[in-house]
């Protein structure tokens, strides 16, 4: 069974950067999308960025002077770097798979809960 | 960025109650759209995927339809176990977008 599991810490000042680990088991990343997403306080939603099977990646142009996704398929982990933060990154953030051929997520993480404040 | 727009906010259901949430695109997306239930402190899981295609392990009593720019979840038979947050997410093109949600709860 295919399971992420995202790691990292619940709490990061502003202006540094905010780094998670999305570790995964029972499915290898070097097959199909894996990408984060954050869910606000509020419960808005925004899809933050992919890294593919061959590496490639594509983010939300919102974010994309800030984000980087990397992955170390030794570990079959991927990473989430966003820097810079300011409170309004504060969200629950979840690693996820993105579907071979249709642009939705199949599995997902338990989500971890970033707040950021000094 | 293709918005969605996702009504009602809230929802209270009776056991047995049939129930729809709807999401409005701004722009036609072809049938790329999903939904997802997401219970309290858990993950979201996929429901529907391709505005009508059940995901496996996903009960009947939720079915999805619409087009163009308008799409409807379905919940024939309120559960108790149904009681949760369900949001749409349009996977047509990039950046994918999702819906504000709406807070599905028992009567």
């Known amino acids: 069974e295919v399971q992420l599991q995202e790691s990292g810490p619940g709490l990061v000042k502003p202006s540094q950067s905010l780094s998670l680990t999305c570790s995964v088991t029972?499915?290898?990343?070097?097959?199909?999308?894996w990408g984060w997403i954050r869910k606000f306080p509020g419960n808005k939603m925004e899809w933050m960025g992919y890294?593919?099977?061959?590496?490639?990646?594509s983010y939300n142009p919102s974010l994309k002077s800030r984000i980087s996704i990397t992955r170390d398929t030794s570990k079959n982990q991927f990473f989430l770097q966003l820097n810079s933060v300011t409170t309004e990154d504060t969200a629950t953030y979840y690693c996820?798979?993105?579907?071979?051929?249709?642009?939705?997520?199949?599995?997902w993480g338990q989500g971890v809960m970033v707040t950021v404040s000094s | 960025d293709i918005q969605m727009t996702q009504s009602p906010a809230s929802l209270s259901a009776s056991l047995g109650e049939t129930v729809s949430i709807e999401c409005l695109a701004s722009?036609?997306?072809?049938?790329?759209l999903a939904w997802y239930q997401q219970k309290s402190g858990k993950s979201p899981q996929l429901l529907i995927y391709?505005?009508?295609r059940l995901q496996d392990g996903v009960p009947s009593r939720f079915s999805g339809s619409g087009s163009g720019t308008r799409y409807s979840l379905k919940i024939s038979g309120m559960q108790p176990e149904d009681e949760a947050d369900y949001f749409c997410?349009?996977?047509?093109?990039?950046?994918?977008?999702f819906g504000s949600g709406t807070k599905l709860e028992i009567k």
């Open positions: 996820a798979r993105r579907n071979w051929v249709r642009y939705y997520f199949d599995y």
């Open positions: 722009e036609g997306i072809s049938n790329d």
């Open positions: 997410q349009q996977s047509y093109k990039y950046p994918l977008t």
């Open positions: 391709a505005a009508s």
């Open positions: 890294i593919s099977y061959s590496g490639s990646t």
């Open positions: 029972g499915y290898s990343i070097t097959s199909n999308y």
